[in-house]
């Protein structure tokens, strides 16, 4: 019986990204000891059929915790932003769970098993949007030159949210947490802890996002345990992009190092002349190699 369990979710516009993570996965020898699953928020019916092969078990997502269908407008893909705090409750058999966005794909299984040891005794395995090269961390607006209007992602959510300035002062300044790839026992009390927070910011804030405002919450409001992992275990492109390794055929990080990327993710897409990579196949952008060449390269699985 597998005890850990890899799981994302997709609809039918995103089944390409799901289907190319789950053979980013499957092309590792460790996988054949980590269970796949998968929540369907729009699946077609073939893709289903196409899946069920590669994987160990499909689910329909639901709607966890009740949301004014006014917010949802047919977006059955939003479940994502719910479902994904209740993973035992659909897939209960495993005592481990590592979510993967279906933007996101495995270029190094290090991170894989970095994740799962992460979780151990109840902590939350997660990567803060924060590393060498970071130019900023948040957005304000200056007025008259000295005062300032906070624009971070946090603050911004938490406003729009509701949940009161004290505690979004708290999240202010605190580096943004992606709740992309994350890790958690079956056991811990992250999940309670994640779900009340989650039916706080789902009261007024949008579906979007608010997730990931509710596990920040979690952590710099509730204290949650968290075990942080480095930023190439869930490398968010949009953010900042990788080098190319040609010797090796691998993703790296821009700095010295190098390490290798662990999971990379398109996050809020790679544009180029108004398409998104995440859609589009054929787009591909100029990326610098380590020799400090210029390639063109996609940053999608195998392409």
């Given at each position: 019986m597998k005890k850990n369990v890899i799981v994302s979710l997709a609809d039918a516009n995103y089944f390409p990204l799901l289907n190319e993570l789950v053979d980013s996965i499957k092309r590792f020898e460790e996988s054949k000891n980590v269970a796949i699953c998968i929540l369907d928020a729009g699946l077609e019916n073939e893709q289903i059929e196409k899946l069920s092969k590669k994987v160990d078990e499909i689910k329909p997502a639901e709607w966890d915790i009740e949301v004014p269908g006014y917010k949802v407008k047919g977006k059955e893909w939003l479940k994502s932003q719910v479902s994904r705090a209740?993973?035992?409750?659909?897939?209960?058999?495993?005592?481990?769970?590592?979510?993967?966005?279906?933007?996101?794909?495995?270029?190094?299984?290090?991170?894989?098993?970095?994740?799962?040891?992460?979780?151990?005794?109840?902590?939350?395995?997660?990567?803060?949007?924060?590393?060498?090269?970071?130019?900023?961390?948040?957005?304000?607006?200056?007025?008259?030159?000295?005062?300032?209007?906070?624009?971070?992602?946090?603050?911004?959510?938490?406003?729009?949210?509701?949940?009161?300035?004290?505690?979004?002062?708290?999240?202010?300044?605190?580096?943004?947490?992606?709740?992309?790839?994350?890790?958690?026992?079956?056991?811990?009390?992250?999940?309670?802890?994640?779900?009340?927070?989650?039916?706080?910011?789902?009261?007024?804030?949008?579906?979007?996002?608010?997730?990931?405002?509710?596990?920040?919450?979690?952590?710099?409001?509730?204290?949650?345990?968290?075990?942080?992992?480095?930023?190439?275990?869930?490398?968010?492109?949009?953010?900042?992009?990788?080098?190319?390794?040609?010797?090796h055929s691998i993703f790296v990080e821009p700095y010295l190092p190098n390490y290798k990327i662990g999971i990379m993710h398109l996050a809020a897409g790679i544009w180029k002349d108004g398409r998104d990579m995440r859609v589009d196949k054929s787009v591909k952008i100029e990326i610098e190699t380590l020799d400090k060449k210029k390639i063109l390269k996609s940053l999608r699985y195998n392409i």
């Amino acid at each position: 019986m597998k005890k850990n369990v890899i799981v994302s979710l997709a609809d039918a516009n995103y089944f390409p990204l799901l289907n190319e993570l789950v053979d980013s996965i499957k092309r590792f020898e460790e996988s054949k000891n980590v269970a796949i699953c998968i929540l369907d928020a729009g699946l077609e019916n073939e893709q289903i059929e196409k899946l069920s092969k590669k994987v160990d078990e499909i689910k329909p997502a639901e709607w966890d915790i009740e949301v004014p269908g006014y917010k949802v407008k047919g977006k059955e893909w939003l479940k994502s932003q719910v479902s994904r705090a209740f993973l035992p409750k659909y897939f209960p058999s495993y005592e481990k769970y590592l979510w993967i966005d279906c933007d996101a794909w495995v270029n190094d299984w290090n991170s894989v098993d970095l994740y799962f040891k992460a979780c151990n005794n109840g902590k939350l395995g997660i990567t803060q949007t924060i590393g060498p090269g970071y130019k900023i961390t948040s957005k304000v607006n200056w007025l008259f030159g000295k005062l300032a209007l906070i624009k971070s992602q946090n603050f911004k959510h938490a406003v729009k949210s509701k949940i009161g300035y004290a505690d979004a002062r708290k999240l202010a300044f605190a580096p943004h947490i992606n709740i992309g790839v994350f890790s958690l026992e079956k056991n811990s009390n992250g999940w309670s802890v994640w779900q009340n927070n989650l039916s706080k910011t789902l009261k007024a804030g949008n579906i979007f996002g608010s997730e990931g405002l509710a596990i920040n919450m979690s952590v710099y409001i509730d204290d949650l345990e968290t075990e942080f992992l480095p930023l190439n275990c869930n490398w968010i492109t949009s953010n900042m992009l990788p080098k190319y390794d040609e010797k090796h055929s691998i993703f790296v990080e821009p700095y010295l190092p190098n390490y290798k990327i662990g999971i990379m993710h398109l996050a809020a897409g790679i544009w180029k002349d108004g398409r998104d990579m995440r859609v589009d196949k054929s787009v591909k952008i100029e990326i610098e190699t380590l020799d400090k060449k210029k390639i063109l390269k996609s940053l999608r699985y195998n392409i």
